[in-house]
């Protein structure tokens, strides 16, 4: 075994650092209009959301009753202070707003994580080991999709709480199966390729097969499930504080905001307008860049 030269760390460094910026340069000049939108309006999302305590204007739990269900500015009994309203309890709907898309998105994320991390891993036994692992596997993802979920979602309430953790964990175990199924398939598939059948001739391990060989070639619809999958769990976390399943008032996520204001909706609208354009707008960007990522890496694509 031939010894490599010890670089200098600071070169090194340096020189990761110029990779990396060169990196992303040539990945926005090489993007499309619609990318570059999308990456720009999901850059604002999650700055909105990381610094949304110095960025509200008000405490987002702060009553004040003799300033309820005022409109947002430029409409009629509006309050300079308030810029997109109040609710029914006189809380800012901008500071709650904020908040809200604070932690929708941080439940949104961690949830799509631990269904990808769960289901792919899964699926890359079931494909790998065959036999009754597959078969065991494949029987939980059949049941799994035969049970309906906001059933599963209000056994889970019921028994451990309305907790953040308990609705991380539920959020997680949503979709796991849909990743399970591709990876599997995908899996499966190309285990039988010429480059697999030479690793695997050569005394590769699986665990090197599947990292080195396997992996890298399902990126691309994993990124696409990914996204997908992300886009549905900020819709089912709303659906779920929507039907009171959620965060314990006053904690508030932008499906809750829309369910405490659906009562308000023929004399104060912007109660639901703002968590439902934050809604909306996530769900965009977060589509936008899964087919935009999957267009661009996508190597069957690219051939084409």
């Known amino acids: 075994m031939v010894d490599m030269p010890v670089q200098n760390p600071s ?11 060169g990196g992303l340069a040539r990945f926005w000049i090489d993007s499309n209009w619609l990318l570059r939108l999308a990456c720009v309006m999901g850059l604002a ?3 909105l ?5 110095a960025i509200a204007p008000q405490d987002p739990n702060t009553q004040s009753l003799l300033s309820r269900l005022r409109p947002p ?3 009629e009994r509006a309050l300079p202070q308030y810029m997109l309203g109040t609710d029914e309890l006189g809380r800012d709907m901008l500071s709650r707003g904020l908040h809200a898309l604070r932690l929708t998105l941080g439940i949104a994320c961690l949830g799509a994580i631990i269904g990808l991390v769960l289901g792919g891993t899964l699926g890359l036994l079931a494909g790998l080991a065959g036999g009754l692992v597959d078969e065991f ?3 939980v993802v059949d049941v799994q999709i035969s049970v309906p979920f906001t059933l599963v979602a209000l056994l889970a309430v019921a028994l451990f709480g309305g907790t953040l953790t308990v609705l991380i964990a539920v959020l997680g175990i949503a979709y796991w199966e849909h990743y399970a199924r591709i990876v599997r398939a995908e899996v499966m598939r190309l285990r039988e390729m010429p480059f697999v059948e030479a690793a695997r001739a050569s005394g590769a391990s699986l665990w090197r097969i599947a990292t080195r060989h396997l992996l890298p070639n399902i990126v691309s619809p994993l990124v696409v499930m990914f996204t997908v999958n992300l886009s549905n769990i900020v819709l089912l976390e709303s ?3 929507f039907l009171g399943l959620g965060m314990r ?6 499906g809750s905001m829309v369910g405490t204001g659906r009562d ?3 004399s104060a609208p912007w109660i639901v307008a703002v968590p439902a354009v934050l809604i909306l707008l996530v769900t965009l960007v977060v589509q936008l860049l899964g087919d935009q990522l999957r267009d661009r890496f996508d190597v069957r694509l690219r051939e084409r």
Do not use: H, K, Q
């Open 73 to 75: 500015l430029g409409f």
């Open 11 to 21: 070169l090194t460094g340096s020189s990761g650092r110029t990779a990396v910026f």
């Open 49 to 53: 959301a990381l610094f949304a305590p």
């Open 137 to 139: 596997i494949m029987g």
């Open 249 to 254: 008032p006053p904690t508030a996520t932008l």
């Open 239 to 241: 659906t779920l504080s």
């Open 264 to 266: 308000y909706m023929p």
């Open 45 to 47: 999302l999650i700055l």
